[in-house]
Structure formats: structure tokens, C-alpha cells
């Protein structure tokens, strides 16, 4: 098993709820085909760097992922397949590449419990 990243942006006409359902068709069929969902980002909408369908932003979603290399190939295929998907990146991680994203999600998840754990202190003075 490999650890892998994939970035894929999807268009920018989707209501929230249709963007959703997107992402969770892209992470069951990882975890059908038995991958192992790491984390998950969502990067908002974005404005991208040239118009792609005559489109000017869209919502970029970051999955990190455990699965076998055969596993990739069909998610690529669907993602081809669905037109939703303006465009998508598909890395494996190597282990400098691996410890830079465990670095990050530890440095994320410690900047929103920071908020949470203030909010909690100043309740408690009042």
C-alpha cells in the first residue's frame, strides 16, 4: 500500500450540496476498492490560473489516501468520466513528501483547536 494525494477541481456550478456528493463519490470508491481515506481538504472556491470550459473558478478538494497502485487507475477513469471535474492531480507520496503532509495536518488540527479553546476560556471567565 502507497500513500497518495489527489487534488482534482470540480466546477465551480455546483450548489454545496452537489459538491459534496461529488467528493463522496469519489472517496466510496476508494474505500470500496479498499483504500484508506487519510484526510480530506477543502480549499473553497478558487480562481484558477486560465479558463478551463469557460469557467474562471472553481472548488478545489484535496483527498490523502492509503491504497494499493492498482486502485488509481480506476479512480482516474472516473475521474475523467464525470463532468463535474474540470481537472485533477493524482502524486504519490514519497517519505519527504509524507512527512511534510503529517507536519501539516498537525500544524492545521492544532490552529482549529486553538479557536475552540479560546472561545471555551473566555465562557469561562464571564
Known amino acids: 500500500m502507497n500513500n497518495y494525494e489527489a487534488v482534482f ?4 456550478v455546483l450548489s454545496d ?12 470508491l476508494l474505500t470500496d476498492k479498499g483504500a484508506e481515506i487519510i ?6 472556491i478558487r480562481k484558477l490560473a486560465y479558463p478551463i470550459d469557460k469557467k474562471s473558478t ?8 492509503r491504497a494499493d497502485p492498482s486502485v ?4 482516474e477513469v472516473n475521474f475523467r468520466r464525470d463532468e463535474r471535474v474540470l481537472r485533477f492531480l493524482t502524486t504519490k507520496h ?3 513528501s509524507l512527512e511534510y503532509s503529517e507536519k501539516r495536518r498537525r500544524n492545521r488540527s492544532s490552529k482549529k ?3 475552540a479553546a479560546a472561545e471555551s476560556a473566555k465562557s469561562e471567565v464571564k
Not at 484526510?39 to 473553497?44: A, F, I, L, V
Not at 488509481?72 to 479512480?75: F, Q, V
Open 9 to 12: 477541481i470540480l466546477t465551480p
Open 94 to 96: 514519497d517519505k519527504f
Open 39 to 44: 484526510n480530506e481538504e477543502s480549499w473553497g
Open 17 to 28: 450540496a452537489q459538491m459534496k456528493e461529488a467528493v463522496e463519490k469519489f472517496k466510496t
Open 113 to 115: 483547536a486553538t479557536p
Open 58 to 65: 472553481g472548488f478545489y478538494i484535496m483527498l490523502e489516501f
Open 72 to 75: 488509481i487507475a480506476g479512480l
